[in-house]
Every structure is written in C-alpha cells, then in structure tokens.
C-alpha cells in the first residue's frame, strides 16, 4: 500500500511540481494551500508524511509543526528558502524530522522521503528502546534511568534515539550531521557538542554513568 502524503506550500508552482513527482513515484498525493487547510487535513484523513513549507502567510509552517508536534509524531519534512544554521535549529527544534533548502533537487526530495519513511516505520514497529539502564519510550518520547523520568526536545529526542538504534557503534561526527540536521548541513559548527552535553547533562543528572562517549578522533558511541 502507497504512502500517503500531505503538501503544505502556498506557492502552487512548488506544491505541483512536488505532487506530480511523488504521484509518478507511487504516492498518494494531498496538496494544502496555506496552514490553517493543512491542519484541518491532517485530522480528516492523518497523512504517512508531510512536506511543509515554512514561509507562508497566516498560520506558517513553523506554527504548524508546534501544533502537530504536541500529539502527532507524523513524519515532517520542512522546504523552505531560509538556509542559515540557526534557521535549520529552529525548524528542527520545533518539531521537524529533516530540513530542505529550496532550490532543491526533486531527487533529494524523494531519497528524503524515502528515508524518513523507512525510519517513521522502523520506530513504529517498537515500543521503546532499551539500553543498559536506560529506556527510551518511543510513543511518549520519554526516556526513563530506573525510576527518573526525563523529558527532552525534539532535537534531543532524535539525537538519543539515533544513539539508541545503533549501541555499542562508533558514530561519526559527519553521519550524525546527515541524519539529525540533514544531508546538506554545511560549515563550522558545535551544534552537535552542545546537544551532546544536553543529553549528557539530563542523563546523569543523579550522578548514574556515562553512556555516550567520545571516541576521538573518530565520533560518539553508546557504551556502558
């Protein structure tokens, strides 16, 4: 059965283009003109996957992914023209699952689709991930050390449940980019220390031990 998608974009030339190539690939295809619709879309017919556009007048995109995000964990994939490092934090810390900057190539659009799908269906086939001491509730986005419950944002949340997938491997720093804040993040950042020290500082928070470790020189791993 085709994934079902949702297109939120006011600008008819991107949504058609966008429409037309996911409907040749296999997909069931739904196009929102403005916020407000794709909001009243999404709780008549739940779509697999959206692609949401951030600049948009009224409700935009960002406001959208905060309503979706308090009890939804459709995936989102936001397009949009702003590309600054800040701007992608922001629409990821808001609840998007991956970032694309606009020109973008209709081939990255549909790998990243692809991926998030495949992803969104491995999650969904688990109930939590489990690590050590450490568990992590993939439906309330919680993770549990024994009986400390600890809440983190979406940001943090994607970051240890990428961790959580792959135990016991040595992560690079480049792979780990691609897959939290996308493909085409580019540039000198510490973006990615300072989320560690966050999950780092909720997760031994008591003094329990360290689980994700540097490995110089190469990455991050979760190790006991």
């Given amino acids: 059965m085709s994934a079902n998608i949702l297109i939120i974009d006011d600008d008819k030339t991107i949504s058609t283009m966008i429409r037309r190539g996911l409907t040749y690939e296999g997909y069931d295809v ?10 009243h879309q999404v709780l008549d017919h739940e779509p697999d996957l959206i692609v949401l556009d951030i600049m948009m007048p009224g409700i935009d995109g960002l406001e959208v992914c905060k309503r979706l995000r308090k009890d939804s964990g459709i995936p989102i ?7 600054s490092i800040a701007d992608r934090v922001e629409g990821l810390e808001t609840g998007a699952d991956d970032y694309l900057v606009k020109p ?15 992803r969104s269906d491995k999650l ?14 993939l439906a309330t986005r919680q993770a549990f050390r024994g009986e400390r419950v600890i809440d983190f944002s979406t940001t943090e ?13 040595v992560l690079t720093r480049d792979l780990i980019m691609e897959r939290i804040w996308g493909f085409d993040f580019q540039g ?28 110089r020189g190469a990455g991050y791993a979760l190790r006991e």
């Fill in 30 to 39: 739904r196009v929102a003109g403005n916020g407000k619709e794709g909001l």
């Fill in 77 to 83: 994939l936001m397009v949009t023209g702003r590309d």
């Fill in 104 to 118: 973008f190539a209709f081939e990255e659009l549909a790998a990243r689709i692809k991926a998030l799908l495949r």
């Fill in 157 to 169: 949340y994607n970051l240890l449940a990428f961790f959580m997938s792959h135990p016991k491997q």
């Fill in 188 to 215: 000198e950042s510490n973006v990615l220390e300072v989320y560690v020290g966050y999950l780092r500082s909720k997760l031994e928070a008591q003094g329990e031990a360290r689980l994700i470790h540097t490995v």
């Fill in 124 to 137: 969904n086939k688990a109930e939590r991930l489990v690590f050590s001491d450490l568990v992590l509730d």
